[in-house]
């Protein structure tokens, strides 16, 4: 998978991560809300990941 497919899968969960935690946070629901925690961590590692390979070329 290429730089920007990694960036756009980040920038996914990390948007989906935030509406998560901010339901969760609203209707205090807390295991919804640690999901969307997590799911954001996720999209930041996948926003790494394609700094990475951004940096090496694809072949990471």
């Not at 990390?14 to 609203?26: P, R, T």
């Amino acid at each position: 998978m290429g730089e920007f497919q990694d960036k756009a899968k980040g920038a996914g969960n990390n948007l989906a991560g935030k509406v998560k935690e901010g339901i969760g946070a609203a209707t205090d629901n807390k295991s919804l809300e640690t999901e969307g925690k997590a799911q954001q961590l996720k999209g930041d590692a996948q926003n790494l990941k394609g700094d990475v390979k951004g940096a090496f070329g694809d072949k990471v």
